[in-house]
């Protein structure tokens, strides 16, 4: 596809009806639609059955808190440019969360837990704040409420490594799933000028040969970029390239030395003593909605059946056919696939023409044969007629496609 053809999310998330924007509700926060948030969903649902898989415990945390979180955890001091105003009820301060990592610290610090429990990975889609000026704001790629799909991770230092490959894989595993070309930017320190990041030199060295010897052996292209990292500790960042050739940085790993010290984190070490825990701070998609941005364009809203909103369009030919449709609907509907029955009285020609302006998968065509001889025609997006099947062999070929997200 040339890019002069090429749609943005915005134009694609109109025709699509994915999302809206309101004067009323304010630019830069989007509504999303049924449709869009059948897609939103699924990503929810997708990284989620991921993250447990991989040992990840889910959390949930409130949108606000005290002042007094943002003030120890130096958000306020060095962020306050980005972060919504303090806001004051009933004599009390509260902060809408610039990030989530405050909270899910508080969470670990909730007692004192084992070395043997430890690493705690804390994972949740939630919602952080950023301020933004108006002429900032650009669809879903830039707003002022990112949901991001946000883990925390408390490590001791010898688990630090299979954390490391443990979120690179999932990473792996996604950039797969969603056809996706990348590659990993390892933000370094500056060794010129270690003075302006916190940490110990030596602790700051084997994090950086730890993430470079997991990205060796993970077979991923990466390049090393000194003087990338934050003060707080050295990062991965993912760059994504999308099927028009444009570059996205989605997703990080990023080691943090400053948060533990800040909030004296500790678990307890066989001896019984405190250890001060690694923290890492990751995500798979980065936020939610500049990932879906992201694929609205990378895939021109054609979603590969596992993701679109509508997999299966039905349209009978005339009335007629309704009841037989009707019926094709709920055998389709039980085998938990996304379908609509399109019984407008429109032309067979517009309803398919209309269902392949919407980037339908699949659509069914039911006239007086099918009904008949108790079958479905059946016909992609892409125009090519797949003739007479069976319900249950569409059911079957349509779930495995799904299932290998193909
Ligand atoms: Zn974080």
Redesign the pocket.
Known sequence: MSNNQSKSHQQLGQELDLFTFSDLVGSGLPLFTPKGTVLKRVLQRYIEELLEKEGFDFVWIPHIAKKDLYEKSGHLEKFANDMFPVMETKGRKYILKP???PH?IQIFARRPISYREMPQRYAESTTQYRSEQSGELEGLARVLGLTLD?S?IFARPDQVKEEFRKAIEINKQMLKDFKLEYWIRLSAWDPNNKDKYLGNEAVWEKMQNLMAEILTQSGINFKKVEGEAAFYGPKMDLIVTDSLGKEWQLSTI?V?FN?PERFDLFYVDEKGEHQRPIML?RATFGSYERFLAMIIEHFQGAFPTWLSPVQVQIIPITDRNNEYAQNVLEQLKSANLRVELDDRSETMQAKIRDAQNQKVPYMIVIGDREVEAQKIAVRNRAGEDLGAMNIDEFINKIQEEIKGKS
Do not use: S
Request: glycine share 0%.
């Open positions: 990030a989530n990592c899910h946000d925390h990023q943090d948060l701070h």
